[in-house]
């Protein structure tokens, strides 16, 4: 059972770590363990979980709510870490990352990845979001300025309103976001491979039962993460952010589409991907990292790192 993912675990995991990451598990209180993959050069005792800020401009990846942070972004880290000190941490209830409490926000997960970056010493960040990740590197900005000093953001919105919730339901055919995205079914999944990519590429049905019983733990809470996620209107947050915003979208996101990329372009920028969907990191990784690199590029002589 689940033997794709016995399979693709140690292969990605092994390239990774011969890219300069290694895993890391932080006790960012008692009952709350951080799963991160942080860069090898800054551990200095893995038993006392002590480390050395990082040796060069640090880069932040925060995944989509359909995999953990590594399954997202390792064609990113591939791609960043001689340049930069790169870190990708699992949210609450994604990979290794558990907590004993209650709270299920987007802003309770902000402050957690905060509070981790906190420990492993890094005080500036530029921030990296796909999708959920990037709802949660909204709340980051606003909440640690000092901390966020730019951001790169696909396929998300600043928070998920009942409004734009309503839209999403009705042209995907959805009732509650977990329609979609905890799937029970082999249909299911296919489905959410269908529409978070531009083309979903061919499986076989065995694959997808062991993605299946092997991608969704903690279901319970990461429903309840879900149905959290969404605010009504009158309740959305109204913010000013004085970090630099850059935007780069997949032109058939069909979970965020370009309409609504073009009502937050004046906050996030231009910057498109051809042939791609929701998904872009994963889908259209070459050109993806290529914009990528070049935004990182200006930010960090912008602020002189």
Not at 46 to 56: G, S
Not at 206 to 228: A, G, I, P, W
Not at 285 to 294: E, G, T
């Amino acid at each position: 059972m689940g033997n794709t993912i016995v399979i693709l675990t140690p292969l990605i995991h092994g390239l990774v770590k011969l890219a300069g990451l290694t895993p890391q598990t932080i006790e960012i209180e008692p009952g709350t363990l951080m799963n991160i993959w942080v860069p090898k050069e800054t551990v200095t005792n893995n038993d006392q979980n002590i480390y050395l800020p990082p040796t060069k401009p640090a880069v932040l990846l925060l995944h989509s709510f359909a995999m953990d942070g590594i399954f997202t972004w390792f064609l990113q880290v591939l791609a960043l870490t001689r340049e930069y000190s790169v870190y990708v941490p699992d949210f609450l209830f994604f990979g290794g990352s558990i907590t004993n409490r209650n709270e299920r926000s987007a802003r309770f997960q902000a402050e957690f990845v905060a509070k981790g970056l906190g420990k492993l010493k890094v005080e500036k960040v530029t921030l990296v979001g796909l999708s959920y990740g990037g709802m949660v590197g909204f709340k980051m900005a606003m909440l640690y300025p000092k901390l966020v000093r730019s951001m790169v953001m696909s396929g998300t919105v600043i928070e998920m309103t009942g409004s734009i919730s309503r839209e999403s339901y009705k042209r995907l055919g959805l009732t509650r976001w977990s329609d979609l995205l905890m799937p029970t079914t082999i249909e299911g999944l296919k489905r959410m491979f269908s529409i978070g990519f531009h083309k979903a590429p061919w499986l076989p049905d065995f694959v997808y039962r062991d993605l299946l019983e092997t991608m969704f733990s903690n279901r319970k809470e990461r429903n309840q993460l879900l149905d959290d996620l969404v605010v009504a209107d009158k309740d959305a947050t109204s913010y000013t952010y004085s970090q630099d915003i850059h935007m780069v979208w997949g032109d058939d996101d069909k979970i965020f589409n370009l309409d609504l990329a073009m009502t937050m372009k004046t906050q996030l920028g231009d910057e498109t991907t051809k042939d791609a969907g929701h998904l872009v990191p994963l889908e259209q990784p070459f050109k993806y990292n290529k914009r990528l690199k070049c935004i990182l590029e200006r930010v960090t002589k912008y602020h002189g790192q």
